[in-house]
C-alpha cells in the first residue's frame, strides 16, 4: 500500500500516468553538494531533496538556508542511510564512499558517487560491486568532466592503450597529498610543467579532489594499472583540460574538453556538476535516453 505524506504528494503527469518524484539524499554539503541540491531545488530535477548531511553541520545548516524546500539535517551518516529516501548522492570524499557506500546500499538505496577514485581500490570496488548484487541496488556514476566514456566502454575489449592529459592551474591543485611528499613548488611554475605521470590507480589517490575522471577512464576501459595519467600544472591556463587518447583494434579515439572551473570551487570543473545534474535527471526522469 502507498502511504503518501506531504513530501511524496507531488505527480509529474508522463503520457497520462501520475509518477511520484525520487526523494534524494545528499551526502556532502560542499560546492558540489550545493549545485545538486540547488537544481533539485529549482525543478531542473525532477526530484524532492528531503535530507542531507556533511560532516560539518555549519555546511548542512547553510545550504538548507539557501533552499525553497528545506531538508531535513541528519547528525551522522547512518541516519541519512536509513532516511525515507530512494537515492543518496555522495558529493563529500573518496573517504566518504570507502567509509559509507555498503552501509547506504544495506539500507535499500540506490547511490551516485561523485567521488569516484574510490573505487580504483579494489577491495571497495569489489564490496560495492556485491552490495548491489546482494540488495538488488544501483549505483550510478556521472560521466564527469569528460566525453567519450560511452564510446571507451563500447571498444573496451579491443583497447591496447588509454591516456588521459589533464591539464590544470596550479591554484587547482593546492592541497593534493601528492604534496606531501614532492619538491615540487607550485609558486614557482611559470611555464606548462609535468608534475605527475604514471598509472591511473596512484593518480587519484595522490590527486583524491583533482583527477576523479581517471578513475572514470579505468572503469569504462582497460584498468586502473594500464590507464596512464599525466598531469600539467600551466600558470597561465584558466581552464581544466582533459585529453583522452584511446588506440586499438577498433581504430582511434582522440577527445579534447575544455572545463570552465565551478566559480565556487576551482578544483572542480562545472560540466563536472552539470553532469552530476544530468545523471539525476535521467535517473529521476521519464523520458527517452540518448547514447550507450
Known sequence: ????????????VVYGRRNILKRIGLLGCGAIGTEI??????????????????????????LASKLKNKPVIT????????????LIVEAASQDAVRDNALSI????????????????????????VEGCRDFNKRV??????IAGLDAIRAVKDELDSLMLVTTKNPKALRGAKFFETSKINLDDITEPAVIYEGAAQD????????????????????????????????????????????????????????????????????????????????????EINIGT
Open 1 to 12: 500500500m502507498l502511504v503518501a505524506n506531504n513530501v511524496d504528494n507531488r505527480f509529474n
Open 37 to 62: 541540491a540547488t537544481a533539485v531545488d529549482s525543478g531542473k530535477i525532477p526530484a524532492k531533496l528531503t535530507h542531507v548531511f556533511d560532516f560539518s553541520k555549519e555546511s548542512s545548516e547553510l
Open 75 to 86: 547528525e551522522n551518516v547512518g541516519l541519512l542511510a536509513a532516511s525515507p529516501v530512494d
Open 105 to 128: 546500499l544495506q539500507n535499500r538505496k540506490d547511490l551516485m558517487i561523485m567521488s569516484v577514485g574510490a573505487l580504483l581500490d579494489e577491495s571497495i570496488f569489489d564490496i560495492v
Open 140 to 145: 550510478y556514476l556521472p560521466s564527469g568532466a
Open 203 to 286: 593518480a587519484v589517490k595522490m590527486f583524491p579532489a583533482n583527477i576523479n575522471v581517471a578513475a572514470l577512464l579505468s572503469l569504462a576501459g582497460i584498468g586502473s594499472e594500464k590507464t596512464r595519467v599525466k598531469l600539467v600544472a600551466d600558470s597561465k591556463t584558466d581552464k581544466n583540460t582533459h585529453e583522452i587518447e584511446a588506440s586499438g583494434k577498433f581504430g582511434r579515439i582522440s577527445i579534447k574538453v575544455e572545463n570552465v572551473p565551478s566559480p565556487s570551487n576551482p578544483k572542480t570543473s562545472r560540466l563536472a556538476i552539470l553532469s552530476a545534474v544530468e545523471c539525476l535527471r535521467k535517473i529521476c526522469g521519464s
